[in-house]
C-alpha cells in the first residue's frame, strides 16, 4: 500500500534538502561568503594598519576592508532572509500535515491528547521548529566555524594571549550554559502550562451559554487567570533567568578585554607581538561574542525545535484509523452477502471505558427496515452502542456486525459509508447549507433533490428566505435556530446513501410542534433503511417497530411498546417514572 504523506517520518533535513536543493546550496553558499567576509575583516584592518604605520597608500587596505564588511553583511542578510522563507514554508507543510493527521486519529486518541493540546501544540511547536530551520540549519554550523576560525587565526597571531582570553572567559561560559540549561528546563514547563490554559479555555467557550446564562463569567474568569497567573510566573522565572545572560558575558568579556589589554601590552613591550596584531587580536575577540552567544542559545532553540519535532512525529507516528486498517487481512468495501439479514447484529459485545465497564455481552439484533428504539435509563450505554456501531470505539469482546460483517473487517470509511449519524447536538459544519446537507453523499445531488429534502424536514421555506439559499454560510454572521438545526442534520440523514441511519435523540426536550413534524419524516426514513433511535421520549418509543431496553450495559428487554408494557419492569418504569419524556 502507498504510505501517506502524514505516516512519513518528519525530517526537517530531508523536507529541506529534497524540496529545494538548489535553493538551500545557494544559502549555504551566501553563509559561507557572510562567515569569510567576518572573518577575514579584521585582517585587514591589520593590513591597515601596518599601511599606516609604514606611511605607505592605504587605497588598497580600506577597500578590502569595505568590500569584506558590506559582502559579509548583504550576504548574511540574503542568506537569513531565504533560510526564513524556506522554514516558514515547512512549517507551514508540517502544520497543515499536522491537522489533516489530527482530524483522522481515532477520536479516543483526540479525547487524551486534548484538544487544547493538540491545538497548542500546532502554534507552539510550529514556532519552535521553525527555529530548527533558522539556528540548526545555517547559524550553528557557521557559527561553530567562525568560532573556530577565529580560535585558529588568534593562535595564529597570538597562542599565549589566546590561552589568557580562554582562562579568563571560561568562567562567564560555564555561567551561560547553566544558566541555558534551567531556562530550557523552565521555558518546557512554560509551554504546558500554555497548552493547559488553552484547553481551559476552550471548553469554557464551547460551555459559554451555560456560563452566561448561570452568570458564571466571574468564576470562570478568575479559573481562567488562576492559569494565566501561572502561566505568567513560569514565564517571569524564564525572564529573570534569560536577564542574567547577557550581564554575565558582558561581565566574562569586559574581564577577558582587561586580561587581553594588559597581557598584550606586555608582550608588546617585550617585542612578542606587534601592533597590528594586537589590534587584530582585540577585533577579532569582540566579534567573537555574537558566535559564542548564538552557539550557548542555539543549542538551546535547537534543543526545544528538535523536541517539537519530536512531538509532532509522535502524532504523525499514531495510527489513523484508515493506516491501522490497513495491518488488517483484505478490508470489506462492500457486505458479503447481497442482502444481508440484518443491519446491525451484536453478538456478546463487551466494552469499557478504561476499566469501567459499559456494556455487559450485549446481543441485539436490527432488521434491515424499519425503526429500532434503544431506551435505558442515563448511562445505561445506549450511546456507546452507537460508537461502537460506527467503529469511534472497538469493543473488548464479541463481535459487532453491520450489514452482515465484522466492523473490524470494514475499511472504516466505507463502513461509514453505509450509515448517516446524527448526534445529539445535531452539529452543522461552518460551510454553507449545501455542503452540509451533501457530507454523506458520493457526488453532489442536484438542487432539486435537496429542495425535496429540506421540504420533507419542512426547512424549504426557510432555506429560500436565507440570502444565498442553498449557498448561505453557517457561521459567525448567518446561524439558525437549534430546532432549524435539527431539520438540516436530519434533511441531511434523508440525502445520505447509507442503508441504516443512527440517531442519537437529544434529552432536552425541544418544542412539541418541531417534534410533531419530524415524527413523519423520522418514520418515513425508516420505511427503505433501518433506523436506530437513542431514544428519550415516547412518541419515539411508540412509532417504533421494535424497542431494546438496555439496563446498566446489559439488554433486559426487546420487542413493541406494547409487548414491553405488559412484561418489562424495566421498560414500564422508563414509561411509568416519566424517564421518556411524553412530548
Ligand atoms: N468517554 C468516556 N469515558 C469514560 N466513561 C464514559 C465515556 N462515555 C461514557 N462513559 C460511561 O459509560 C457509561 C455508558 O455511557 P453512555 O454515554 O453510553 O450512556 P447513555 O445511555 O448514552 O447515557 P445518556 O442517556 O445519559 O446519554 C456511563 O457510565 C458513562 O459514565
Known amino acids: 500500500m502507498e504510505r501517506t504523506h502524514s505516516e512519513e517520518q518528519l525530517g526537517i533535513t530531508r523536507e529541506l534538502v529534497n524540496r529545494q536543493p538548489w535553493l538551500i546550496a545557494g544559502i549555504v553558499l551566501l553563509s559561507v561568503v557572510s562567515t569569510l567576509g567576518t572573518l577575514a575583516l579584521p585582517l585587514t584592518a591589520a593590513r591597515l594598519i601596518s599601511a599606516m604605520q ?31 522563507r524556506v522554514g516558514e514554508q515547512m512549517v507551514g507543510r508540517v502544520r497543515s500535515r499536522f491537522m489533516a493527521h489530527s482530524l483522522r486519529l481515532p ?6 491528547e486534548g484538544q487544547g493540546t493538540l491545538a497548542a501544540r500546532l502554534g507552539t511547536d510550529g514556532l519552535q521548529m521553525k527555529a530548527v530551520v533558522d ?86 474568569s478568575r479559573e481562567l487567570a488562576a492559569l494565566a497567573e501561572d502561566t505568567a510566573d513560569l514565564g517571569v522565572t524564564t525572564t529573570r533567568l534569560a536577564s542574567l545572560l547577557f550581564p554575565v558575558i558582558n561581565l566574562g568579556q569586559q574581564i577577558a578585554l582587561v586580561t587581553v589589554i594588559v597581557a598584550g601590552g606586555v608582550r608588546l613591550n617585550s617585542g612578542l607581538l606587534t601592533l597590528p596584531d594586537l589590534a587584530a587580536f582585540l577585533l577579532y575577540m569582540l566579534q567573537l561574542t555574537a558566535p559564542l552567544l548564538l552557539v550557548a542559545m542555539g543549542v538551546g532553540s535547537l534543543q526545544a525545535g528538535l523536541a517539537s519535532r519530536d512531538r509532532f512525529r509522535a502524532i504523525f507516528a499514531t495510527p489513523t484509523e484508515e493506516s491501522a486498517e490497513a495491518a488488517a487481512p483484505a478490508p470489506r468495501t462492500a457486505p458479503s452477502e447481497e442482502t444481508p439479514a440484518a443491519a446491525v447484529r451484536f453478538e456478546g459485545v463487551t466494552f469499557s471505558y478504561d476499566s469501567q465497564p459499559a456494556l455487559r455481552a450485549v446481543d441485539f439484533t436490527i432488521p434491515r427496515r424499519g425503526m429500532t428504539a434503544l431506551v435505558g435509563m442515563s448511562g445505561a450505554g445506549k450511546t456507546t452502542v452507537l460508537s461502537l456501531i460506527e467503529r469511534f470505539i472497538s469493543a473488548d469482546s464479541g463481535t459487532v456486525r453491520v450489514l452482515g460483517e465484522d466492523v473490524t473487517r470494514w475499511r472504516v470509511a466505507d463502513l461509514r459509508a453505509h450509515m448517516a449519524y446524527v448526534d445529539q447536538k445535531f452539529t452543522l459544519l461552518s460551510d454553507t447549507i449545501r455542503a452540509n446537507l451533501t457530507l454523506g ?74 417534534e410533531m413534524l419530524l415524527r413523519d419524516s423520522i418514520r418515513r426514513m425508516a420505511d427503505d433503511r433501518a433506523l436506530l433511535v437513542v431514544a428519550h421520549r415516547l412518541s419515539t418509543v411508540q412509532d417504533a417497530d421494535h424497542i431494546i431496553v438496555l439496563d446498566r450495559g446489559q439488554v433486559v428487554a426487546d420487542g413493541t411498546h406494547h409487548e414491553l408494557m405488559a412484561r418489562s419492569p424495566e421498560y414500564s418504569l422508563l414509561v411509568r417514572g416519566q424517564l421518556l419524556s411524553s412530548v
Open 54 to 84: 609604514r606611511g605607505g597608500s592605504t587605497l588598497v587596505p580600506v577597500l578590502l576592508m569595505v568590500g569584506a564588511g558590506l559582502a559579509a553583511a548583504a550576504a548574511h542578510a540574503l542568506s537569513t532572509y531565504l533560510l526564513s
Open 441 to 514: 453523499t458520493s457526488s453532489p445531488p442536484p438542487d432539486d433533490r435537496l429542495m425535496a429534502a429540506l421540504a420533507e424536514v419542512g426547512m424549504e421555506e426557510a432555506v429560500r428566505a436565507l440570502p444565498g439559499g442553498l449557498d448561505a454560510r453557517l457561521d459567525e454572521g448567518t446561524d439558525i435556530s437549534g430546532g432549524q438545526r435539527q431539520r438540516l442534520a436530519l434533511a441531511r440523514a434523508i440525502l445520505a446513501e447509507g442503508e441504516l441511519v443512527l440517531l442519537d435523540e437529544p434529552s432536552s426536550q425541544l418544542d412539541s410542534v418541531n
Open 135 to 220: 539556528v540548526g540549519v545555517l547559524q550553528l554550523p557557521m557559527a561553530i566555524i567562525t568560532v573556530t576560525g577565529t580560535a585558529v587565526i588568534m593562535a595564529l597571531l597570538d597562542w599565549v594571549l589566546l590561552l589568557y582570553l580562554v582562562a579568563s572567559f571560561a568562567l562567564s561560559v560555564g555561567g551561560v550554559v547553566v544558566i541555558i540549561k534551567v531556562m530550557r528546563k523552565r521555558f518546557m514547563a512554560l509551554q504546558m502550562s500554555v497548552a493547559k490554559m488553552t484547553q481551559v479555555f476552550m471548553n469554557a467557550l464551547e460551555a459559554l451559554p451555560t456560563i452566561k446564562a448561570y452568570r458564571a463569567e466571574q468564576r470562570t
Open 107 to 112: 477520536l479516543s486518541v483526540v479525547r487524551r
